[in-house]
Structures are given as structure tokens and as C-alpha cells.
């Protein structure tokens, strides 16, 4: 895996939260296993960057440290200089004695440091399921009037046979042989601070404390099973293109009694051949007559709704706006809705007869 957090979401250290979330969607969505040309090794290693970078205590960790503890207290004088050591509990030899507690370093709790610097930890809550991202294409009317699409994802989901349990229907619970029901049990370490004794979940019952005597036979005992799965999305009028909906619990399926992941739906409205978007209005553009624009009258023009008829006073000018009220695009959030502009442009003959040439020089006479 790639050697800084920072460089596989393609961000700065001084990024903020935000943009940390935006680079990983962005990356994410890019390398999901899931997507043709995905890379599975690559999607891991963007997820394992995310999860310490979008957290607080395990990004401050991170800048301190980096992926590594020994990492922090190599050279340059930082690291562990002008700290005390004296309750660090070791055995073997080691110069530390005594109850290590909960010292706190720099902000994180240091019994947390190094639970992640050796493996393990008191407990371990089960993951909570990947989000997964997919682009959807909408027409302009649509954009409108709203859609429903419906999709295939091929992703993890909750074992139909156990219910994500994991044990096969009917087999029966029994205490952990390993933890004996704690959940936990003690791990020696060796390090070049002595041996240490830690205490680590349990790998057998990943720290439920108790195993079914006969595992799932479709999901192997880890509760999810890959399959597909057809999605319903409503897609509300309005949406702009470039515009994300997300679907709580659509993503992937998570660990045993986790929450699944969201589904985040990144929306593209395609091009109109008359009409442009701006904010919640219709933009479109109708040519009119020399004649129509001086003596007035009246055009048929298109929208979104269908064809309906624009009155065009006598001295119209080349440029100007009229407005049909509420024929827009709807406010996305239920307030209201656009108006429809039509920029009327005066269509100026190229060639002129004599007999057209002779009256318009007559009107410029009667102007002056």
C-alpha cells in the first residue's frame, strides 16, 4: 500500500474535513471493484486512508506518528523525549514497571496507540458496511418533472439464511471456547520495549463471546453474501446536474449488527437542443421577423410543458427578454418554482428587393 494517506487521496495535509470526504467519494467511486476497470486493492487502501483521516483523534495520531508508533519517536528529538514512562507495565527484563493506565498523548489516549501499533484492542466493533457511488443520466424534462430509475448492484448484503447471524438455522449457541465468553483474550508482544501483554478480541468470536456450533453453509459464518440486487431510485424534480442523492443503508451490508453503508447517487442531466438551465430558470431563444418586431404580433413558441403563444409588442428590440411566470424548473426543495425567459432576437434579411429596399427607406423617411 502506498506509504502516505495523504498522497492516495490525492489531498494536502492542511485539507480540510470536507475536502478529505469529497477526495475519497471522488476516489472511491473511481476504484470501486464493483465498476468496470475497479481496482479492489487500490479501493482498500483509499477506505483504510479514509477511516483515519475522517477521524479526529486517529488523524492527529497519524500527523504525530505516521502508520507506524516507532515511526513517531524516530530521531529529530521528537517522539517520546520529555515524557514519563514510569507507568508502563512490561515484562521481561524491561526497565518500566507498574500500571500503565490511561495516559493520554498529545490529545489521544496512548493505551489506544499502542493497541493500533500491535494489533489488537480491549474490543472490537464490528464494521460498519462500505457507501458505494453510482453515476445516474436523466433527461432535461426529467430534471423537470423528476424520475425513478432502477439499477443493479452486484455487493454485499445480509445472509438470507441466517439472517447475518452467521450460524446455520437451528444449530445451537455455546460460550467461546477461546475467550471463555469475555470476548477477549491476552496477547504477548515482543518489541524493542520489551514483551507486553495486551488484550486483544477474540479472533474466533470477534468478541461476541459465544459461536454457533455449526456455521452458516451460505455465508460461512461471516453473516454477508455477495449478490445482486435492484435498487429503486427516486430522483426529485428540480435536482441539478452534479447534484448527489443518498440512500441511507443501501451500500454495502456491514458486519454482524453493524449498519450497511449508503448508496450515493451522483445525478448528470443531459443537454437540451433549445433550453438552458440557469438557477431555476428556463433559458431559450426564439428569432422573429423585421415586420413582427415593428408592427408587433404574435409567435408560437416551445416549452418544457409544450407549445403555447407569445405576444410580441410593435417595437420589440433585437435582445429583449419576456417572461412566462412559473414555467421553469421546480425548486428542489419544494419552494416554488422558475420562470421561462425567452430572448426574442430580430431576424435581419440579408438581401432586399427593390420594392422592399424602396419601403424601408420610405419608414426611415416617416422616423425621421
Do not use: W
Not at 460498519?128 to 425513478?148: C, L, T
Not at 507486553?196 to 468478541?207: A, E
Amino acid at each position: 500500500m502506498a506509504s502516505d494517506y495523504y498522497d492516495i487521496l490525492g489531498v494536502s495535509k492542511g485539507s480540510s474535513d470536507d475536502e478529505i470526504k469529497k477526495a475519497y467519494r471522488k476516489m472511491a467511486h473511481k476504484h470501486h471493484p464493483d465498476k468496470t476497470g475497479g481496482d479492489e486493492k487500490k479501493f482498500k487502501e483509499i477506505n483504510e486512508a479514509y477511516q483515519v483521516l475522517s477521524d479526529k483523534a486517529k488523524r492527529q495520531q497519524y500527523d504525530q506518528f505516521g502508520k507506524t508508533f516507532d515511526q513517531g519517536g524516530a530521531g529529530g528529538g521528537q517522539g517520546f523525549s520529555g515524557f514519563d514512562f514510569s507507568g508502563f507495565s512490561a515484562q521481561g527484563g524491561s526497565a518500566f514497571g507498574g500500571d500503565f493506565g490511561n495516559f493520554e498523548f498529545g490529545g489521544t489516549d496512548f493505551e489506544d496507540i499502542f493497541s493500533n501499533v500491535f494489533g489488537g484492542g480491549r474490543s472490537r466493533k464490528q464494521k460498519r458496511g462500505q457507501d458505494i457511488q453510482v453515476d445516474v443520466e436523466i433527461d432535461f424534462s426529467e430534471m423537470v418533472s423528476g424520475a425513478k430509475r432502477k439499477i443493479n448492484l452486484y455487493k454485499s448484503a445480509v445472509c438470507d439464511r441466517c439472517d447475518g447471524s452467521g450460524g446455520e438455522p437451528g444449530a445451537s449457541i455455546k460460550t467461546c471456547s477461546t475467550c471463555h465468553g469475555a470476548g477477549q483474550v491476552q496477547k504477548n508482544t515482543r518489541s524493542f520495549f520489551g514483551s507486553f501483554s495486551q488484550v486483544i478480541t477474540c479472533p474466533d468470536c470477534l468478541g461476541e463471546g459465544k459461536t454457533y456450533e455449526k456455521k452458516c453453509s451460505k455465508c460461512g459464518g461471516d453473516g454477508r453474501i455477495k449478490k445482486e440486487q435492484e435498487i429503486e431510485i427516486n430522483i426529485p424534480a428540480g435536482i441539478a446536474s452534479g447534484q448527489t442523492i443518498s440512500m441511507q443503508g443501501a451500500g454495502e451490508a456491514g458486519g454482524k449488527g453493524a449498519r450497511s453503508g449508503d448508496l450515493y447517487i451522483l445525478v448528470r442531466v443531459k443537454n437540451h437542443k433549445k433550453f438552458t438551465r440557469h438557477n431555476n430558470d428556463i433559458l431559450s431563444t426564439e428569432e422573429i421577423s423585421f415586420s413582427c418586431a415593428t408592427l408587433g404580433g404574435e409567435i408560437e413558441i416551445e416549452t418544457i410543458e409544450g407549445k403555447l403563444i407569445l405576444k410580441i409588442p410593435a417595437g420589440t428590440q433585437s435582445g429583449e427578454t419576456f417572461r412566462i411566470r412559473e414555467k421553469g424548473v421546480p425548486d428542489v426543495h419544494g419552494r416554488g418554482r422558475g420562470n421561462h425567459l425567452v430572448k426574442i432576437i430580430v431576424r435581419i434579411p440579408k438581401k432586399l428587393s427593390r420594392e422592399q429596399r424602396r419601403l424601408i427607406e420610405e419608414l426611415e423617411k416617416v422616423g425621421e
